[in-house]
């Protein structure tokens, strides 16, 4: 992982509950936001209050600030249900305790009101961060340098590294959500199971061979920077998706007819551009590169796993600076496609033995799209004598077969059991 400058004093604190001091509802006593625990306690023990779901409040200091107004105006048993404690027991030995929660209306409209102004606040948030083409910053797996929009390092990082946090329009807050997997990565611990490790080299590895390149979507440190997490009342993502899935179960009235699949969109080879069907990607690549894969595969007779090593040939070739055409390597992505386009070594390829190896079966970007627009050629539809020869068996090392039998153990085994007969 490349070094990042440790000085994050130029970027914006998070608008979160959280700005503000909370204060007591009876007394002068306050504390800062993130000791919410120690206010609540001392509400607890010296006022003998307490409230019921305190999570589910969107903004709990100026909940706070309204409820001690509405206390200064009227008694608190004229809000709050009373508990009695010890009630079986002697009269001076049992207490009063009074319970704050959204049974009475006037909590609940307010609490509905705070949510309605964060989701306001939030949404306000997001369409700045759109906009906003002042954003600067480095990748945190490359050296790589953007500026513009945050979409553009986003989808670096999906399409050069198979790390996604999600789509851009989703995330909100996002230079802070940046600055905290940053901070993690600065620790040696791993995004995904979090554990720590001794230096950069083995955390980096970690992560690649376990396919931790992602996010712990358990972890709830993570909520308050998707805008879902905002949308619903004290309800998070998975409760909000979770409902959605029980009402298309449900629902058994519905009109399917008219339902369309989401497109999966595939990358072009050699830029970023996203096509939905087979036909729009082969269109572009050949109008905008001059690349036909389409005649590559009847020239040369593709069967559909050789059109997948092909494909992940070329990716890789490219991921790692080099043109395919003609092997001499660059400095950059950007650089080896110019080369490949003045050179005119689009269509260049090399020998079938170069890129039709197993090694290239495994795909070099995660969840790589365009494989999933190749199909097989005509002539293989239909004929299902033939679909067993496609699928390889690969072995582990077949490249010195006639002096691995010379020395096999069976053979020297056959040749001992026939001399004792």
Request: proline share 4%; aromatic share 8%.
């Amino acid at each position: 992982f490349p070094e990042q400058p440790s000085d994050h004093s130029g970027v914006p604190g998070l608008r979160c509950a959280g700005s503000e001091p909370l204060v007591c509802l009876f007394c002068s006593e306050s504390v800062p936001p993130l000791q919410k625990d120690v206010l609540l306690k001392h509400l607890l023990l010296e006022h003998k209050l307490v409230i019921a779901d305190v999570k589910l409040i969107a903004d709990l200091p100026k909940y706070m600030l309204y409820w001690r107004g509405r206390f200064l105006e009227q008694p608190v048993t004229d809000f709050c249900s009373v508990i009695k404690t010890n009630s079986t027991g002697p009269v001076e030995k049992q207490e009063d305790y009074f319970l704050l929660c959204d049974v009475l209306p006037e909590d609940r409209i307010l609490r509905e009101k705070l949510q309605q102004k964060r989701l306001e606040e939030v949404l306000e948030q997001q369409q700045k961060e759109r906009d906003d083409s002042s954003f600067h910053r480095l990748c945190m797996f490359c050296s790589e340098e953007f500026t513009g929009n945050r979409s553009s390092l986003l989808n670096h990082m999906a399409r050069e590294h198979s790390f996604s946090i999600g789509l851009p329009d989703n995330i909100v807050y996002c230079s802070e959500f940046l600055d905290t997997l940053q901070d993690k990565l600065d620790n040696l611990q791993c995004l995904y199971c979090e554990k720590t490790f001794r230096d950069k080299t083995t955390l980096k590895d970690h992560m690649r061979k376990k396919a931790h390149r992602r996010i712990n979507a358990k972890n709830h440190e993570y909520d308050r920077f998707y805008v879902i997490n905002y949308l619903e009342l004290g309800k998070t993502w998975e409760e909000v998706q979770s409902e959605d899935d029980r009402e298309l179960v449900d629902d058994e009235d519905d009109d399917w007819s008219d339902w369309q699949a989401h497109p999966v969109s595939a990358v072009c080879l050699f830029c970023d551009q996203l096509s939905e069907t087979m036909e729009q990607i082969y269109a572009h690549m050949k109008e905008a590169h001059g690349f036909d894969l389409h005649n590559l595969k009847t020239e040369l007779n593709l069967k559909f796993y050789q059109q997948v090593k092909l494909v992940n040939f070329i990716r890789r070739q490219i991921h790692q600076s080099r043109c395919y055409g003609c092997t001499r390597t660059f400095d950059s992505r950007a650089d080896v496609l110019r080369h490949i386009m003045a050179e005119g070594h689009v269509m260049k390829l090399p020998e079938m033995s170069t890129w039709d190896q197993p090694q290239y079966y495994f795909p070099t970007y995660e969840n790589d799209a365009l494989l999933c627009t190749l199909s097989d050629s005509d002539e293989d539809e239909g004929d299902e004598t033939h679909h067993g020869e496609d699928i390889p068996v690969i072995a582990e090392d077949i490249s010195n077969l006639r002096a691995l039998k010379q020395t096999s153990v069976l053979k020297q085994l056959l040749k001992d059991r026939g001399g004792c007969s």
